[in-house]
């Protein structure tokens, strides 16, 4: 280290309490102690309940209980009332740096950024409260090409959204932010009207609006027990009271935890030590004329910004160097704990500070005025909890945010319309907190927080694959026989082969916006499983099993499709009262009234809960268990796949005897399977249900009974390869709650005719009428080393007129695959189109589907005398 840079980091140390200048960033450097209310402003707070009914309380008054309390009272609801501890902006909203970005990498949660910044923009003008926004932009930075490719990959995805972003040159970077030293910048990604906000000022505009509205705000007033009654209301316990409420929504932030103990839950959350220093004024920050963007470093980890005539610097450390607060799980939040800071660490983040100035130099003449060491509260993934959550009825959460202040306002609204309108307002499942279960352990909270802190700022590449607080306890009976042989992915706590490994193979988990080690692998097993037989480990599967007095009446009114006969099995979907896809499931009659659905890994507690609330509400008498974890699942797919079983069985696996989409109760080699005749390949197969510990046994048999016909493994991206060439949808791509089953293409399985009301049915029959605005179609493209994944920009005409939804590269045709949605004028087969990858439009045709004709398709048309064909 250079004598001039050991000088600098002197001068950025903090400077003595004595000495500390008037605190320049709103509430969050107020000194510790000091309440909301010394800031000039009168809160209106009550400790004592007005109200002993309610039907909705909020438990928690930081900006994202708030907003709540704002978004319902405003929309109409009547007896919102929110219950704070301490006092509002209390335990992680009084410190926040209050950043604010359009930008997210995932899809609808840049609806939420984006609704966030517009209703912030208004706040002031509705509530009288200012909210000190400012919107000088923000750039992201690239140094190196990864991170440019990076851009690239993000810029096409956001093209189908109204947010504006652009990527921008390094001399435009150095014109928007002309303080930085520009020797390794190689391009920006810039989000005009990003900036910052003052957390307290804009929780308190809430809280004006939520009063005017008609929502009670009361605090200090600590709940202390919850208790469920058995019509599905709640009795909220204070020391000034009893509240009989409708329904709760936890929004404690760190005392999120705490809240859900209550009733028996272990929230995965946990708080996190995060600093932020704030600079005295800085002579060249003061002679700007215009505020600087926002700047995030993400090689170097830290966000940048000025504050006043300084700068604001927030650094991310690596999971090795990050501090969590984990006493607070084990021990609970400390009793009176609310607008506390920890104490400062800066040698903790001195190589983040070092390589800040040498991006922005002025930082190397500045001195330290402010150290903000506070808990902010972490989920596993950095996502937060939002939704109804599973096996508590009325029972709501909306926690674990890490990044508070841009989520708050788009949160408030989306749980708000959910609440109100009885289904969530677009897709959002990344936030359900039913992603997470009782796998989820304390130990893989504190591993993932930790790992997803110190990732703040990693290249999201496509595919990504963490790997801290893995294998879970939620481990397939095949895990350790396969897990030296494979590349395993990460699937609602299970591990699951995403490839297999052969000798010369480049082994391992090799991330790239391009064709990376796997490609050719699961070409091999792609043909693997057309030319032969494959065997694939499904056990991630959601799987229940359903049976009693009224469960065919259930099933009815809960799928668009029929009821399935005994014996037979059919692809059925769970609509909204929208008529959008809540979920697909495969469900099987296997015996007069008891059923077996089976869904994808992730949608397990998340289709169970939607299920459970239908027979609690329409007062049907069945019993609905979670199979889940006790249930084994192996595939076999091939032409081969026949030869193979029949040798492990008397039952006669024939076309004629066992026909595709029946399910029976059978043994293979002793043992007991139900076997049903369906596979997401496409191809002559079965999924074969069995008891998780019989699993080594059933594989072990299948694969030395198919060693004449070349049995072998193949992973789950060979099946999706395999799935798209057959024209199969998947649940969360083409299907989710943002389509509905018309325009996926799903009609087959919709049956409006039917006598059951489902629900959806009159929205969709209204749907129809009014018809359809666009349509999934099916693109095949002339790429080069890369491969559509989903949510890139399809382009007509020098305009950006629809989104793919997932994609794969053909081994068959050699070409690129991928579903898309596009305006129902430019669905027409034939269609030229364009798809964004990587920067470049490539070449993009509709055609018609499938591609590859399924097994049964092809079988049907060789009894008939015709050839099946496959597209090139």
Same mark, same amino acid.
């Given at each position: 280290?250079?004598?001039?840079l050991?000088?600098a980091?002197q001068?950025l140390?903090p400077?003595s309490?004595g000495?500390?200048?008037?605190?320049?960033?709103a509430?969050?450097l107020?000194?510790v102690?000091?309440?909301?209310?010394a800031?000039?402003r009168?809160?209106?707070?009550?400790?004592?309940?007005v109200?002993?009914r309610?039907?909705?309380?909020?438990i928690?008054g930081?900006?994202?209980?708030v907003?709540?309390?704002y978004?319902?009272a !405003?929309?109409?609801l009547?007896?919102?009332?929110?219950l704070e501890k301490s006092e509002?902006?209390?335990g992680?909203t009084?410190?926040?740096?209050g950043?604010?970005?359009?930008?997210?990498?995932?899809?609808?949660?840049?609806k939420?950024?984006f609704?966030s910044?517009?209703?912030y923009?208004?706040?002031?003008e509705?509530?009288?409260?200012?909210v000190g926004?400012?919107?000088p932009?923000s750039?992201?930075i690239?140094?190196?090409p990864?991170r440019?490719?990076?851009?690239?990959?993000?810029?096409?995805?956001?093209?189908?959204h109204?947010?504006?972003q652009?990527l921008?040159?390094?001399?435009?970077?150095?014109?928007?932010f002309?303080?930085?030293n520009?020797? !390794?910048?190689?391009?920006?990604?810039?989000?005009p009207g990003?900036?910052?906000i003052d957390?307290?000022?804009l929780?308190?505009?809430?809280?004006?609006?939520?009063?005017?509205y008609?929502a009670q705000l009361?605090y200090?007033v600590?709940?202390t027990?919850? @208790?469920? $009654?058995?019509?599905?209301t709640?009795e909220?316990?204070?020391?000034?009271?009893v509240?009989?409420?409708k329904?709760?929504?936890?929004?404690?932030?760190f005392?999120?935890?705490d809240?859900g103990?209550?009733?028996?839950?272990?929230?995965p959350?946990?708080?996190?030590h995060?600093?932020?220093?704030?600079?005295s004024?800085i002579?060249?920050?003061?002679?700007? *004329?215009?505020?600087l963007?926002?700047?995030?470093d993400?090689?170097g980890?830290?966000y940048?910004?000025?504050?006043r005539?300084?700068?604001l610097?927030?650094?991310?450390?690596?999971q090795?160097k990050?501090k969590?607060?984990?006493?607070?799980v084990?021990d609970g939040?400390p009793p009176g704990?609310?607008?506390?800071?920890?104490?400062?660490?800066?040698?903790r983040?001195?190589?983040?500070?070092?390589t800040?100035?040498?991006?922005?130099?002025?930082?190397?003449k500045?001195?330290i005025i402010n150290t903000i060491?506070?808990?902010?509260?972490?989920?596993?993934d950095?996502?937060p909890?939002v939704?109804?959550h599973?096996g508590?009825?009325?029972?709501?959460?909306?926690?674990g945010?890490?990044?508070g202040?841009i989520?708050?306002g788009?949160?408030?609204k989306?749980?708000?319309?959910?609440?109100?309108?009885?289904?969530?307002p %677009?897709d959002?499942i +990344?936030?359900d907190p039913?992603?997470?279960?009782k796998w989820t352990?304390?130990?893989y909270t504190a591993? *993932?927080?930790r +790992?997803?802190?110190?990732f @703040? @700022?990693?290249?999201g590449?496509?595919?990504?694959? $963490?790997?801290?607080g893995?294998?879970?306890e939620?481990t397939s009976?095949?895990y350790?026989?396969?897990k030296s042989?494979?590349s395993m992915?990460?699937h609602a706590g299970w591990?699951?082969?995403h490839w297999?490994?052969?000798p010369?193979?480049?082994t391992g988990y090799k991330?790239s916006?391009?064709?990376?080690?796997w490609? &050719?692998?699961?070409g091999?097993e792609y043909?693997?499983?057309?030319?032969?037989?494959?065997v694939i480990?499904?056990s991630p599967?959601? *799987? %229940?099993?359903?049976?009693?007095t009224d469960?065919?009446k259930?099933?009815d009114h809960?799928?668009?499709n029929?009821?399935?006969?005994?014996?037979s099995?059919?692809?059925?979907?769970?609509?909204?009262p929208?008529g959008?896809?809540?979920?697909?499931l495969?469900v099987s009659q296997?015996?007069p009234?008891?059923?077996?659905?089976?869904?994808?890994?992730g949608s397990?507690?998340?289709d169970?809960r939607w299920i459970?609330?239908k027979?609690?509400r329409?007062?049907y008498k069945v +019993?609905?268990? @979670?199979?889940?974890?006790?249930?084994?699942?192996?595939?076999?797919?091939?032409?081969?796949?026949r030869q193979?079983?029949q040798k492990?069985t008397?039952?006669?696996?024939?076309?004629?005897?066992?026909k595709?989409l029946?399910s029976?109760c059978?043994?293979l080699?002793?043992?007991?399977?139900?076997?049903?005749?369906i596979s997401?390949?496409? +191809?002559l197969g079965?999924?074969?249900?069995?008891r998780?510990?019989?699993s080594v046994?059933?594989y072990?048999?299948?694969?030395e009974a198919?060693?004449?016909?070349?049995?072998?493994?193949?992973g789950?991206y060979a099946?999706?390869?395999?799935?798209l060439?057959?024209g199969?949808?998947?649940w969360?791509a =083409?299907?989710?709650? &943002?389509?509905?089953p018309l325009e996926?293409?799903?009609d087959y399985?919709?049956k409006?005719?039917?006598?059951?009301?489902?629900t959806g049915?009159?929205?969709?029959k209204?749907i129809?009428?009014k018809g359809l605005?666009?349509?999934?179609?099916?693109l095949?493209?002339?790429?080069d080393n890369v491969?559509?994944?989903?949510?890139?920009?399809?382009w007509?005409?020098?305009?950006?007129?629809g989104?793919?939804t997932?994609?794969?590269?053909s081994y068959?045709?050699q070409?690129?695959?991928a579903?898309?949605y596009v305006?129902?004028e430019?669905?027409?087969?034939?269609?030229k189109?364009e798809v =964004?990858?990587?920067?470049?439009?490539y070449?993009?045709?509709i055609?018609q589907?499938?591609l590859v004709l399924? =097994?049964?398709?092809?079988?049907?048309?060789?009894r008939k005398g015709?050839?099946?064909?496959i597209?090139?």
């Amino acid at each position: 280290m250079s004598a001039a840079l050991r000088g600098a980091l002197q001068r950025l140390r903090p400077l003595s309490r004595g000495g500390r200048p008037e605190p320049l960033v709103a509430a969050a450097l107020r000194p510790v102690g000091v309440s909301a209310g010394a800031r000039g402003r009168k809160e209106t707070s009550s400790s004592s309940l007005v109200k002993d009914r309610a039907d909705t309380v909020i438990i928690g008054g930081g900006c994202v209980g708030v907003s709540l309390a704002y978004h319902l009272a !405003k929309a109409g609801l009547k007896d919102v009332v929110l219950l704070e501890k301490s006092e509002l902006t209390a335990g992680s909203t009084w410190h926040a740096a209050g950043l604010t970005t359009y930008f997210h990498p995932g899809i609808n949660l840049k609806k939420i950024h984006f609704y966030s910044i517009r209703l912030y923009e208004k706040l002031e003008e509705e509530t009288g409260q200012a909210v000190g926004f400012h919107q000088p932009g923000s750039i992201r930075i690239a140094s190196t090409p990864t991170r440019v490719d990076e851009f690239k990959y993000q810029m096409t995805r956001t093209g189908w959204h109204p947010t504006e972003q652009y990527l921008i040159t390094p001399e435009k970077v150095q014109e928007l932010f002309p303080l930085l030293n520009m020797d !390794k910048v190689l391009a920006g990604l810039y989000n005009p009207g990003d900036g910052h906000i003052d957390p307290y000022s804009l929780t308190m505009a809430l809280a004006a609006g939520a009063r005017k509205y008609g929502a009670q705000l009361n605090y200090p007033v600590q709940v202390t027990n919850l @208790n469920s $009654r058995s019509d599905g209301t709640w009795e909220v316990e204070t020391p000034s009271g009893v509240i009989r409420a409708k329904r709760v929504v936890n929004t404690a932030g760190f005392w999120a935890r705490d809240v859900g103990k209550m009733i028996g839950l272990q929230h995965p959350v946990i708080p996190v030590h995060h600093q932020y220093v704030v600079t005295s004024t800085i002579p060249e920050v003061k002679a700007l *004329k215009t505020e600087l963007p926002v700047i995030r470093d993400l090689e170097g980890s830290y966000y940048l910004r000025q504050e006043r005539d300084g700068l604001l610097f927030g650094p991310y450390e690596s999971q090795e160097k990050m501090k969590l607060q984990d006493s607070w799980v084990t021990d609970g939040v400390p009793p009176g704990f609310g607008k506390e800071l920890f104490e400062s660490d800066l040698d903790r983040i001195m190589e983040y500070i070092e390589t800040a100035m040498e991006m922005v130099p002025v930082l190397k003449k500045a001195d330290i005025i402010n150290t903000i060491a506070g808990p902010i509260t972490y989920s596993p993934d950095i996502l937060p909890m939002v939704g109804p959550h599973q096996g508590v009825r009325n029972y709501w959460v909306a926690i674990g945010f890490g990044y508070g202040i841009i989520h708050a306002g788009g949160i408030g609204k989306y749980l708000s319309d959910w609440i109100l309108e009885g289904e969530p307002p %677009f897709d959002l499942i +990344e936030l359900d907190p039913n992603r997470y279960g009782k796998w989820t352990t304390t130990e893989y909270t504190a591993a *993932k927080a930790r +790992e997803s802190y110190g990732f @703040n @700022n990693i290249v999201g590449y496509p595919k990504e694959e $963490r790997f801290a607080g893995r294998p879970t306890e939620r481990t397939s009976g095949l895990y350790s026989l396969l897990k030296s042989k494979c590349s395993m992915g990460f699937h609602a706590g299970w591990e699951q082969p995403h490839w297999f490994y052969k000798p010369g193979d480049e082994t391992g988990y090799k991330p790239s916006f391009r064709r990376t080690n796997w490609f &050719d692998p699961v070409g091999r097993e792609y043909k693997q499983v057309m030319e032969k037989v494959g065997v694939i480990d499904l056990s991630p599967f959601g *799987k %229940f099993k359903i049976k009693g007095t009224d469960s065919v009446k259930l099933l009815d009114h809960l799928f668009a499709n029929v009821v399935p006969k005994v014996g037979s099995t059919n692809i059925s979907h769970m609509l909204t009262p929208r008529g959008k896809v809540y979920a697909e499931l495969t469900v099987s009659q296997l015996h007069p009234g008891e059923f077996m659905l089976v869904t994808g890994s992730g949608s397990e507690l998340h289709d169970l809960r939607w299920i459970e609330e239908k027979v609690i509400r329409g007062g049907y008498k069945v +019993e609905v268990e @979670n199979m889940t974890d006790e249930m084994g699942v192996l595939g076999i797919a091939g032409p081969c796949a026949r030869q193979v079983l029949q040798k492990l069985t008397n039952e006669d696996l024939s076309d004629g005897s066992f026909k595709f989409l029946q399910s029976r109760c059978l043994k293979l080699s002793d043992i007991a399977v139900t076997a049903i005749r369906i596979s997401y390949t496409g +191809e002559l197969g079965w999924e074969l249900y069995h008891r998780k510990e019989d699993s080594v046994a059933l594989y072990s048999a299948i694969m030395e009974a198919g060693q004449k016909e070349g049995i072998d493994n193949f992973g789950t991206y060979a099946l999706n390869a395999l799935r798209l060439e057959k024209g199969f949808r998947a649940w969360g791509a =083409e299907m989710n709650c &943002d389509t509905n089953p018309l325009e996926a293409g799903l009609d087959y399985f919709v049956k409006l005719n039917k006598t059951a009301d489902f629900t959806g049915k009159q929205a969709l029959k209204q749907i129809k009428e009014k018809g359809l605005k666009r349509r999934l179609v099916y693109l095949i493209m002339e790429t080069d080393n890369v491969d559509p994944e989903g949510n890139e920009s399809v382009w007509h005409n020098g305009k950006v007129v629809g989104n793919t939804t997932s994609g794969s590269f053909s081994y068959s045709a050699q070409r690129s695959l991928a579903f898309a949605y596009v305006p129902i004028e430019l669905s027409n087969i034939g269609q030229k189109l364009e798809v =964004e990858l990587l920067g470049k439009n490539y070449p993009a045709t509709i055609t018609q589907e499938p591609l590859v004709l399924t =097994e049964p398709t092809r079988t049907r048309l060789q009894r008939k005398g015709e050839s099946p064909k496959i597209e090139t």
